[in-house]
């Protein structure tokens, strides 16, 4: 039922610890590639089609990869947000996202839950698990209105905030036993994203992003830093949580965009598009499947000679 398998891990950067609970959207797009140049699966041209057991979430990602001369191609015309350059559209397929750590798309049985925060208050907020578990809560909860950037990353208090969210979320999903321990050993997962409204902002690049150019804002702060862009996997549980109504996420998505399979989230680096499909079966929501296109090339390759007794 797949051709490769493809395990993740997180490293963190302050501290000795490499976090494998979820999964990396970004890095998924960079394994179909790899496939194809390494000889893992045949290539075939124009696009070869990988299938990709994500372990960390045993669940399935499908990439087509664009291929010339037996080989993945990496130049198009193809452009992203927040990243610098073009390359071919590498399409990644993220089939039936919803549980991927937790085993449910609303790991609390609810759409939207009461956190009472210290500093905060009691703060409305939406756990999401696809392609990996979320914790949605409003800008205006934070005292923001969701368009800031910089504004974020140089303020400790706000970040400090975002992270007790987090960690709250973290024990109430059953990932780690204390809020403590969510700091100490899973920086990872779950993540946390503040949405808002849609409205005008100055994107990183110096780009204006119109309010009518995007559907939703969101900013999220993973391994306790914000994030310039927004990660894939971001993008998969947003759109499925803004898909879904009773969610924090929901209820601030443009009129326009509701029922609608295609999302665009207006992050720090521009605007991302995410394709999500939602069934409604008895009263309860599945998530079908979650489209992105995304570019990759080859940065480096090379060996790190290891001395003998390192094994021992």
Do not use: W
Not at 99 to 119: E, H, K, M, N, Y
Not at 204 to 221: C, I, K, T, Y
């Amino acid at each position: 039922d797949y051709d490769v398998v493809y395990h993740f891990g997180q490293v963190s950067i302050d501290r000795p610890i490499v976090d494998y609970k979820g999964n990396c959207g970004n890095i998924s797009s960079a394994v179909g590639p790899f496939a194809v140049d390494e000889g893992l699966v045949a290539a075939v041209e124009p696009v070869t089609r990988v299938r990709i057991h994500q372990a960390n979430t045993n669940k399935l990602i499908v990439a087509e990869v664009p291929v010339k001369g037996g080989r993945f191609d990496e130049e198009g015309g193809y452009a992203i947000d927040g990243v610098p350059g073009t390359g071919s559209r590498i399409l990644l397929r993220f089939l039936d996202p919803a549980g991927s750590v937790t085993g449910r798309l609303f790991p609390t049985g609810r759409r939207r839950d009461r956190f009472d925060i210290a500093g905060l208050g009691a703060v409305e907020v939406s756990c999401v698990d696809a392609a990996n578990p979320f914790v949605f809560v409003r800008a205006e909860s934070l005292g923001l209105k969701g368009t800031e950037t910089e504004d974020i990353e140089r303020n400790a208090e706000i970040k400090s905030k975002m992270e007790a969210v987090r960690c709250r979320a973290a024990v109430v999903l059953g990932i780690t036993a204390s809020e403590e321990d969510a700091t100490r050993r899973s920086q990872a997962v779950p993540k946390v994203a503040m949405v808002a409204a849609p409205a005008a902002y100055a994107a990183l690049g110096g780009r204006a992003v119109e309010a009518h150019e995007v559907d939703l804002l969101a900013r999220m702060m993973p391994m306790g830093t914000l994030h310039r862009a927004y990660a894939v996997s971001g993008a998969v549980a947003t759109a499925g949580a803004a898909m879904i109504p009773g969610t924090v996420v929901g209820e601030l998505v443009r009129e326009e965009a509701r029922g609608k399979d295609l999302l665009r989230i207006g992050h720090p680096g521009g605007v991302i598009d995410v394709g999500a499909v939602i069934e409604s079966r008895a009263g309860e929501f599945i998530y079908r499947e979650a489209v992105l296109g995304r570019t990759a090339r080859r940065l480096m390759e090379g060996n790190v000679l290891v001395p003998e007794h390192c094994f021992d």
